[in-house]
């Protein structure tokens, strides 16, 4: 951690140290300890439609395993101290280097709850200040578009050095959440592709404010600031909406959400001027022991038309694709539009059964397809059709018991003429991903 932040940490604890007038601030927790085991198995063919072996696609099968530990002591009411170790294996795969460290410290932070009510601070009234300080992994804001805690790859959510602020304040009529972070980013993946990625050293800070109490509307805006490597002076600014039917309407049960987001600022000697934008809808339908939900939308980044020094490729500040793009994890975000029907029924608790259905298509065709594992294919014009292909991923995720969690899934991705033209002409053949994840959580849960 950097200097700055270790003596705003000493600041912070010597402030939260100091006694306050209720004595029930000195009763704290004893230590405890916990973790988790996941075991992830992969199948893969192909892995991806530019990477070739011996002129065809690659194929990929292989076992991922990942193991956490950790400790979490509250020395004193509102005062946590958690530590989390990570390690991380890959096992049994064929063609694709990892780079997985053996053991690393996933998380190391100082957590301190209702700031306001500890001396010096009680000008903050009753509202509720939260703190955070260390090393921490990234949270999830909104729908995760532009920040998130995705934790499907085997590293997990990246991580950062730095503080977040987590305040509420308002009244009980109007309740605003305001989350302030400032973070040194130390672990990159999942985000390993694009042509230009938060590369370690890359320094994110900004805002995020949100309005959930108010009936019929609710949302948040935000603005992001990243500086780092590979002159990367970048800003995101963003709003997000969705509805808020009070319980006694009829339209309790539907969800309507609208996100837009403008990428400024600089990528070396190109300025960039992107956009990203989500609409959907889902529908709880009120049928007993199945709980049927269904939705719809459309998501929309942009691409660049031409080379020119003015730069129109969306770039994501952080990997979103596992969880809105498809399983298979074929389409990067930059340059696409994704029609989607998403299907979810839960016929016991702890069972949820998923069909989503993917329609995947280039903003901008001289600007190429972006894939994960082979960066860009296909720019500069030699992709003349925007149809990159659809996707239909069936998944569940079931429960078992407390100390076991299950999930298991089938992908099929049916390629359309971008990708062909993309892959050389020669290949258009469908692809297939199956995989099947056990978690095994022991001990107390993490905080």
């Known amino acids: 951690m950097r200097w700055g932040m270790l003596l705003g940490l000493a600041v912070l604890v010597l402030s939260v140290s100091v006694p306050t007038t209720d004595t029930r601030a000195d009763e704290?927790?004893?230590?405890?300890?916990?973790?988790?085991?996941?075991?992830?198995?992969?199948?893969r063919s192909p892995f991806d439609y530019i990477t070739t072996?011996?002129?065809?696609?690659?194929?990929?099968?292989?076992?991922?395993?990942?193991?956490?530990?950790?400790?979490?002591?509250?020395?004193?009411?509102?005062?946590?101290?958690?530590?989390?170790?990570?390690?991380?294996?890959?096992?049994?795969?064929?063609?694709?280097?990892?780079?997985?460290?053996?053991?690393?410290?996933?998380?190391?932070?100082?957590?301190?709850?209702?700031?306001q009510q500890h001396h010096g601070l009680t000008w903050l009234g009753s509202n509720d200040v939260d703190v955070k300080i260390g090393r921490?992994?990234?949270?999830?804001?909104?729908?995760?578009?532009?920040?998130?805690?995705?934790?499907?790859?085997?590293?997990?959510?990246?991580?950062?050095?730095?503080?977040?602020?987590?305040?509420?304040?308002?009244?009980?009529?109007?309740a605003v959440?305001?989350?302030?972070?400032?973070?040194?980013?130390?672990?990159?993946?999942?985000?390993v592709s694009g042509p230009i990625g938060p590369a370690e050293g890359t320094v994110?800070?900004?805002?995020?404010?949100?309005?959930?109490?108010?009936?019929?509307?609710?949302?948040?805006?935000?603005?992001?600031?990243?500086?780092?490597?590979?002159?990367?002076?970048?800003?995101?600014?963003?709003?997000?909406?969705?509805?808020?039917?009070?319980?006694?309407?009829?339209?309790?049960?539907?969800?309507?959400?609208?996100?837009?987001?403008?990428?400024?600022?600089?990528?070396?000697a190109v300025d960039v001027d992107a956009n990203f934008w989500v609409l959907r809808g889902e529908y709880a339908i009120p049928v007993d022991g199945l709980n049927p939900v269904i939705g719809v939308g459309m998501s929309h980044t942009t691409g660049s038309p031409s080379t020119a020094s003015d730069n129109e490729t969306w770039v994501s500040p952080l990997d979103w694709n596992h969880a809105r793009l498809g399983h298979y994890d074929l389409q990067d975000n930059s340059n696409v539009d994704d029609f989607f029907i998403t299907t979810q029924i839960t016929p016991f608790g702890g069972f949820e059964v998923h069909l989503d259905y993917h329609i995947l298509t280039l903003d901008e065709e001289f600007d190429g397809w972006y894939t994960l594992a082979a960066g860009t294919a296909g720019a500069g014009g030699t992709i003349t059709d925007d149809d990159v292909g659809s996707e239909i991923d069936l998944y569940a995720m079931w429960s078992v018991a407390e100390n076991l969690e299950m999930q298991f899934g089938w992908s099929i991705f049916m390629p359309g003429d971008a990708v062909e033209q993309a892959a050389g002409g020669g290949f258009d053949d469908g692809g297939n991903f199956f995989y099947v994840q056990l978690m095994v959580p022991f001990g107390a849960p993490a905080k």
Do not use: C
């Open 177 to 191: 959440d305001i989350d302030f972070l400032y973070a040194d980013l130390v672990n990159t993946d999942p985000y």
């Open 204 to 268: 994110l800070w900004g805002a995020n404010i949100g309005i959930d109490d108010v009936d019929w509307i609710a949302g948040e805006v935000y603005a992001w600031f990243f500086d780092g490597p590979k002159d990367m002076d970048e800003q995101f600014y963003g709003f997000r909406i969705r509805s808020n039917a009070p319980e006694e309407s009829a339209l309790r049960d539907l969800l309507v959400v609208f996100e837009y987001a403008l990428d400024t600022g600089e990528r070396g």
């Open 136 to 174: 921490i992994v990234l949270p999830t804001f909104g729908d995760g578009y532009i920040l998130a805690a995705n934790d499907w790859a085997n590293l997990g959510p990246s991580a950062f050095d730095g503080i977040w602020f987590d305040a509420s304040v308002g009244s009980e009529e109007l």
């Open 53 to 115: 072996d011996g002129g065809d696609p690659t194929g990929d099968d292989g076992t991922f395993a990942r193991t956490r530990l950790h400790f979490w002591w509250e020395p004193r009411e509102d005062i946590g101290v958690f530590v989390q170790a990570q390690d991380s294996r890959t096992w049994g795969f064929d063609s694709i280097t990892t780079a997985d460290p053996d053991i690393d410290m996933k998380q190391v932070y100082l957590q301190l709850d209702n700031v």
């Open 28 to 43: 704290g927790d004893p230590p405890e300890m916990g973790g988790d085991v996941r075991i992830r198995t992969e199948y």
